[in-house]
């Protein structure tokens, strides 16, 4: 409670932003739509990507390695740089740090359009990724600061469901262009988003900014940058490409980085994050359940878009309109956790949602060889709906725990959970695919007589495997020709026989790489559904229940401690 006569709760007071009045901005609603259209691009940005992969490339003749790094290029210093960029956001301009995260980020994706080989695909992508960390935390931050604690809820429901569409809409966008255009196109689309989101953001997003004007802990910020990096880059190297020296100087980096983040934090008058926050029971189990269920996510999105190309033979439109059910079903989901949550509380919604998507990895466990589309729309389908259902009060508990001079940050956390969670779905179920792929591909071609060299490039990765078969299907045909044009009747007749040794020799590689890859993507979301359904256990645990009596009272401690801290 504010004494009257208190000099710091007044200056407090005084220096509250426009957005705080009694009367809420009156365009706020025409506002959220500019910051979910800037959420909308940079999520696309990622999973636009799995459609337009295969095309890059063949263009740009890739890597394995160096589609990895194309993919994660983006990630690494997107998932760094948020909290130190949500930090300066805050002190500066909210709506500043997000007009200028989407004009690197237009930059990015012009430069990516334009370049020629993996090296400058990684690069722009990068420097996309720093675009992205100054627009993330800016997003939720401006939608705290626009609406009032009555709305904001419902208003971070419609910011859940944007990132849920946005996670479907990516390959149908690329698929789309990839008909009739190459895979810079795909980069293109950013710009006209980025012109129309910059103007919205000059005309309807109000500015805003913390009230306070202390220094920030620039210190914590570029720890928290050395920690989270090396992490990621741990996450991204140990599992695709060995425990060497690399990740394991990754993983020294990112302990010690983190045991000084902390130290200096909790020693630090103000923190760039109070890391005391993590002991309260709501706010460290709502960023628990946006790790592992980006986690679950993204990981079953890798393998699955891989799955409908390659295996079921969808090209990359076919390939997004497949995935539009679990759009659709994230807005229903999203519809019901906005009806039920203030009822039931978030406790319950939380974890239904979890126990729905732990339902729709076990599903996807029991694909095969004989599995169509179909097996996968109920799959599909569920995981939308415990998306809708379980996110949003996630990131309102996490927005909700931080002051009104501290959203940016707040923001800032929620999507580094959000990122690091991805990242290790990416990378630990991607690598147990690969390796499971590559194990049953062995079995599956045990006895034949494909040579050494053939069998490796095979079991590369999925799309390897059908090179190698299409390879061999050329060769018999060149055989068959051959044949043909032979001298004598044997020599046709040997020719004919060896023609059809290779073409069934390629048919059967092609049914092994799609047998092997379907046995994988089952292993790999069972292992991904015992992930899930552990951390659904310690979620439940964690989140307080509805009747506790702390579903607001952790807001309203960091309102206390941001008039402590203006009175320091």
Same mark, same amino acid.
């Given at each position: ?49 799995? +459609? ?120 149908? +966008? ?16 950013? +710009? ?157 919604? +939380? ?218």
């Amino acid at each position: 409670m504010i004494e009257e006569g208190d000099p710091a709760a007044m200056r407090l007071v005084m220096s509250e932003p426009v957005e705080k009045m009694d009367r809420p901005y009156a365009r706020r609603w025409w506002a959220l739509l500019v910051l979910c259209l800037s959420l909308l691009m940079i999520v696309m940005a990622n999973t636009a990507l799995t +459609v337009a992969a295969p095309d890059m490339t063949q263009d740009l003749g890739l890597s394995s390695a160096d589609l990895q790094w194309v993919i994660d290029g983006y990630t690494v210093p997107y998932a760094a740089l948020m909290l130190l960029l949500g930090a300066i956001g805050d002190k500066y301009s909210r709506r500043g740090a997000l007009v200028l995260g989407l004009v690197v980020f237009g930059g990015g994706a012009v430069a990516g359009s334009l370049v020629d080989s993996g090296t400058g695909v990684i690069a722009a992508r990068a420097v996309m990724g720093v675009g992205a960390a100054l627009i993330m935390p800016a997003t939720l931050s401006l939608l705290a600061a626009t609406f009032p604690r009555a709305e904001r809820a419902k208003a971070i429901t419609l910011w859940t469901a944007t990132a849920g569409l946005a996670i479907a809409a990516g390959p149908l +966008v690329a698929g789309a262009l990839l008909e009739n255009h190459g895979w810079a196109s795909t980069f293109l689309i950013n +710009v006209p988003i980025v012109v129309l989101a910059i103007v919205g953001a000059f005309v309807l997003v109000p500015p805003s900014k913390a009230g306070h004007q202390d220094r920030i802990d620039y210190v914590g910020g570029l720890l928290s940058v050395v920690w989270i990096a090396a992490l990621v880059y741990m996450i991204i190297e140990g599992p695709h490409f060995g425990w060497g020296v690399k990740a394991i100087t990754a993983a020294v980096a990112a302990g010690l980085g983190l045991v000084l983040f902390v130290v200096w934090e909790l020693r630090h008058p103000r923190p760039v994050l109070d890391v005391r926050r993590f002991t309260q029971r709501r706010f460290a189990g709502s960023n628990l359940a946006v790790a592992l269920f980006f986690l679950a996510v993204f990981g079953a999105f890798y393998y699955l878009t891989q799955h409908l190309q390659f295996v079921l033979g969808y090209d990359a439109l076919d390939t997004g309109l497949r995935m539009l059910p679990l759009a659709g079903a994230v807005f229903v989901g999203s519809a019901l956790t906005g009806y039920l949550t203030p009822r039931i509380g978030m406790r319950i919604t +939380v974890t239904a949602g979890m126990v729905g998507g732990t339902a729709a990895l076990a599903l996807l466990s029991q694909v095969d060889s004989g599995s169509s589309y179909g097996d996968f729309v109920a799959p599909l389908v569920i995981l939308g709906l415990a998306i809708g259902l379980a996110l949003s009060p996630c990131t309102d508990a996490i927005m909700g725990a931080f002051p009104e001079s501290q959203l940016g940050v707040g923001g800032a956390v929620n999507d580094t959970s959000l990122e690091l969670g991805g990242s290790l779905g990416i990378a630990v179920l991607g690598s147990l695919l690969s390796t499971s792929y590559a194990s049953h591909l062995t079995d599956a071609t045990a006895g034949s007589k494909l040579s050494a060299s053939a069998l490796e490039q095979a079991q590369d990765s999925v799309g390897a495997g059908y090179q190698v078969a299409q390879a061999i299907g050329e060769q018999a045909q060149q055989v068959a020709g051959r044949a043909a044009s032979a001298g004598t009747p044997e020599q046709a007749a040997e020719l004919k026989a060896q023609a059809t040794q290779l073409a069934q020799g390629a048919r059967q590689m092609a049914d092994a790489v799609g047998s092997s890859f379907a046995d994988a993507v089952a292993y790999t979301s069972l292992i991904g559904a015992v992930i899930l359904g552990v951390g659904t256990v310690l979620v439940a645990f964690l989140l307080p229940g509805k009747g506790s009596g702390s579903e607001g009272a952790e807001e309203e401690v960091a309102e206390g401690a941001e008039l402590v801290g203006a009175g320091r």
